[in-house]
């Protein structure tokens, strides 16, 4: 046989070789000088726009107006402006450092809050110095939210490939993004009322979560204007805490669950204790063959011969909720709202009754479980709060999980981010297992997916596309 023909243009591609080594070197050279400018230039801009204030910045804006008009002193009296408003500008910086007060805080956070409801909390100040201080404002401080330079390399903006060249080039918005992204919760700032000397007042503060996880605040800072009211100066205060914000919730009416009662192994303490567990029925004498663990000493001792407890099985219902974590950046908002569909339905068919087994693939597999004393329906919030896209694995990971609890399950809703062939496998398997289903599939666009090994179900099957997920979810 003849060796396969090779074309002129891949003999000399130029996409293979050190040359393609060369030009990846130079792209990652040149990001990370985007990197470090984009970086200084947000630390400018936040410093500024702390220290000024909008009478700052009228300010300074007439002082450099006056400067460019008043260029030619004998065609334009407006240096005489500049000078003036130029001598203001820095008598107010010279006088900032001497208006930082002596102050004591104390915050009263909850441990809990949610995505997009409003969070209020109380914060105790007390003036430790000798003067009065007025107009002072009070700053709740995050966490840098600037990308690490890693993150900024490897972390495309959703869309960015749609962008023109000079956009993709020179990654603007892709660092806009990372940044609002990294902004945890928004908090306006604090206006305290005047505080005599020794004084103290408690006042309402108020932050609106953006991002499920833990959202943590580093301190206070207090600012105090100058003299002058165009600059202030800021005093940080260290005042560490963490708040847990809990995924987004979607109102949704109750729906009656698929699938019936089934033997569990261990009964109702199967996930706290280890061993088998029944429920308590009777007394009965002893057979050959009772393990020794089961006799009841008092009624042996009191008729004379060996007496048993006698046990039964338990059958209850058990569900499994399926969460799809395997996805990349680019999708992060379908894996947010697939998260808070979760968090919707685990909230919403929470049943005392009944299991509810969370599944889920991140650096290991896990399934938590709640209901029937085992566990709270907050514990699963609070590690739906917590979880990450899992990009290190393939789908196929979470097959065996499934596996391993289908032979128990009365029923399974799984909630997918993408309808391909790997997923459609898990949903064959189950049904090949007889377990009944609901599959929940959240898709960016409106477009109606093939229900695939779906069409023997459909009422089974629904398409979530972003934007209308509250109402497809109000008419399940």
């Known amino acids: 046989m003849s060796a396969p023909q090779t074309s002129f243009f891949s003999r000399r591609n130029p996409l ?26 947000a630390s400018i801009t936040h410093r500024f726009g702390r220290r000024l204030t909008l009478t700052g910045w009228v300010t300074l804006g007439g002082s450099v107006t006056a ?3 008043g260029a030619d002193t004998n ?11 130029g001598c203001l500008v820095l008598a107010s910086a010279l006088c900032t ?3 930082r007060p002596q102050l004591s805080l104390e915050r009263m956070a909850p441990r809990f809050g949610s995505v997009g409801e409003t969070l209020r909390y109380r914060i105790r100040i007390r003036n430790l110095g000798s003067k009065r201080q007025n107009a002072l404002k009070l700053i709740e401080e995050q966490p840098d939210p600037r990308p690490s330079l890693q993150e900024f390399v490897q972390t495309p903006e959703p869309g960015e490939e749609r962008r023109n060249w000079f956009d ?20 306006p700032e604090l206006a305290v009322p005047g505080l005599p000397a020794g004084g103290e007042c408690t006042l309402t503060a108020e932050l609106t979560p953006v991002r499920r996880g833990v959202l943590r605040l580093t301190g206070t800072t207090v600012a105090c204007p100058d003299p002058f009211g165009l600059f202030r100066s ?5 005042l560490a805490e963490s708040i847990l914000v809990l995924p987004k919730r979607h109102a949704m009416p109750r729906f009656a669950l698929p699938g019936a009662m089934k033997y569990q192994l261990g009964g109702v303490s199967l996930a706290s204790s280890v061993g088998e567990s029944e429920e308590f029925v009777s007394l009965r004498e002893y057979r050959p063959g009772d393990p020794l663990r089961r006799m009841h000493w008092k009624s042996f001792a009191k008729m004379g011969k060996p007496i048993v407890k006698e046990y039964q099985e338990e059958f209850f219902v058990r569900h499994a909720l399926v969460l799809d974590t395997f996805c990349q950046p680019a999708n992060e908002a379908v894996f947010e709202e697939a998260v808070s569909i979760a968090a919707s339905l685990a909230w919403t068919i929470q049943d005392q009754d009944s299991l509810l087994d969370l599944m889920f693939v991140g650096p290991d597999a896990y399934c938590f479980t709640s209901g029937r004393g085992v566990g709270h329906i907050e514990q ?7 979880v990450q896209m899992c990009r290190e694995k393939d789908f196929v990971a979470l097959e065996p999980l499934v596996w391993n609890h289908a032979a128990e399950l009365s029923g399974c809703i799984c909630v997918f981010i993408a309808w391909d062939p790997p997923r459609q496998h898990l949903v064959k398997g189950l049904l090949a297992r007889r377990v009944p289903l609901r599959v929940l599939v959240v898709s960016e666009s409106a477009e109606a997916l093939p229900m695939g090994v779906m069409e023997g179900q459909p009422e089974n099957f629904h398409v979530l596309p972003l934007g209308h997920v509250a109402r497809k979810l109000a008419a399940l």
Not at 22 to 37: D, S
Not at 77 to 85: E, N, V
């Open 16 to 41: 293979k070789g050190p040359k393609a080594r060369h030009l990846q070197e130079r792209g990652t050279y040149f990001k990370r000088y985007l990197y470090r400018n984009y970086r200084a230039f």
């Open 67 to 69: 400067a460019a008009l």
């Open 75 to 85: 065609a334009s009296l407006s240096y005489q402006t500049f000078a003036l408003l």
């Open 97 to 99: 450092p001497l208006g």
């Open 168 to 187: 993709r080039t020179y990654c603007y918005y892709r660092w806009r993004w990372l940044l609002g992204r990294n902004i945890r919760a928004r908090i």
């Open 234 to 238: 800021l005093r940080k205060i260290p």
């Open 380 to 386: 699963m919030l609070e590690i739906l709060a917590s």
